[in-house]
């Protein structure tokens, strides 16, 4: 069985940061990539950035320069350090890993960026 968790969501002003957490428990041999989705209102599922066992990553456009994604692999956590948060930044964010070929997600945890 695996877990994943997110943690780290809050309200915050434009302009302001956040650090969004995403640990990874239970039968986790064979752990590979970790992602960052958001989810807003009425809007599909996107990914946000990716980051894989050998520490590459990769960004949504609309993200790059402003997030840095990061990963501690002996605690088996991810990390999403959103700065210069925008309105459009408003979603749930969730975390997706990858364990065997197998996509295992977490709860999600909202983002709220006021004006």
């Known amino acids: 069985q695996v877990h994943v968790v997110e943690s780290g969501g809050g309200l915050v002003q434009a302009g302001g940061s956040l650090r969004l957490s995403c640990a990874a428990s239970?039968?986790?041999?064979?752990?590979?990539?970790m992602t960052w989705y958001r989810q807003a209102p009425g809007k599909q599922r996107d990914l946000v950035a990716h980051?894989?066992?050998?520490?590459?990553?990769n960004y949504a456009d609309s993200v790059k320069g402003r997030f840095t994604i990061s990963r501690d692999s002996d605690k088996n956590t991810v990390y999403l350090q959103m700065n210069s948060l925008k309105a459009e930044d408003r979603a749930v964010y969730y975390c997706?890993?990858?364990?065997?070929?197998?996509?295992?997600w977490g709860q999600g945890t909202q983002v709220t960026v006021s004006a």
């Open positions: 997706n890993v990858i364990i065997n070929d197998i996509n295992y």
């Open positions: 239970g039968s986790i041999w064979g752990l590979n990539a």
């Open positions: 980051i894989t066992n050998a520490g590459n990553t």
